[in-house]
């Protein structure tokens, strides 16, 4: 079955510590995005890609980093300097065009920060 | 800034009846539009997208656009316990998930 595979899904960070959230697909799909949702708040966007080795900061990338090394993957890393860590994350992907706009989201990944 | 507002309720119906769900935005140069629905604790699914003004009908769903007053709602008929989840209202200038602007959502609860 296609889809989005997000890991892992829970995980728990010491202050000071980098983590990395692992994203891949196998929907053949050429952008990916990361977006971050907090209570009560819509879903926010970190960063996005839509080629191999090519992303683009979204409106909250402070304190975050990613690579697109290849198509299938797009890891985020939430490093120190995130001062509020503490968010559920879910990676997304669409096709690279002529497509309705929807967007397939993988499980998510709940990120608690100690 | 654009915004996409919804009223976060609860927004509680008893089962069978219609459930009617908000979100205006901001930007009038918006173009296309989506309704996910989101289970608590999971990810959120696409349940409606429209582009023109009107109506569009899914089934149980109809999504409703008024460009001209900034609005789209979410209409869920004969409403089921299983519909109980928060909708995220999204609009966006395209197809394009990074010109997306998502709503906070409002939380929706059918009882039985």
């Known amino acids: 079955d296609g889809g989005i595979t997000q890991s892992p899904k829970y995980l728990f960070r010491k202050e000071g510590q980098n983590v990395t959230l692992s994203c891949e697909q196998n929907?053949?799909?050429?952008?990916m995005y990361w977006y971050r949702q907090d209570p009560g708040q819509g879903l926010r966007l970190i960063y996005y890609?839509?080629?191999?080795?090519?992303?683009q900061k979204g409106d909250i990338a402070e304190g975050y980093s990613v690579s697109r090394e290849k198509k299938e993957s797009f890891p985020l890393t939430v490093t120190s300097a995130q001062k509020n860590p503490t968010a559920f994350y879910l990676c997304?992907?669409?096709?690279?065009?002529?497509?309705?706009?929807?967007?397939?989201f993988g499980e998510g990944s709940r990120l608690t920060v100690l | 800034q654009k915004e996409v507002e919804q009223n976060s309720g609860p927004l509680s119906v008893p089962e069978g009846a219609i459930a009617s769900l908000n979100c205006t935005y901001s930007?009038?140069?918006?173009?296309?539009f989506f309704w996910y629905r989101q289970y608590s604790g999971k990810s959120p699914e696409l349940i409606m997208f429209i582009y023109s003004n009107g109506d569009k009908e899914d089934g149980r769903f109809t999504a409703q656009l008024n460009k001209a007053s900034q609005y789209v709602s979410l209409l869920i008929r004969d409403s089921q316990p299983s519909d109980s989840a928060t909708y995220l209202c999204?609009?966006?200038?395209?197809?394009?998930?990074?010109?997306?602007?998502f709503g906070p959502g409002t939380r929706l609860s059918v009882l039985p």
């Open positions: 999204a609009v966006g200038l395209d197809n394009y998930g990074q010109n997306f602007v």
């Open positions: 997304a992907s669409q096709p690279g065009a002529l497509h309705t706009g929807e967007l397939f």
């Open positions: 930007d009038r140069g918006s173009q296309s």
């Open positions: 929907l053949n799909h050429d952008a």
């Open positions: 890609s839509q080629i191999v080795n090519d992303f």
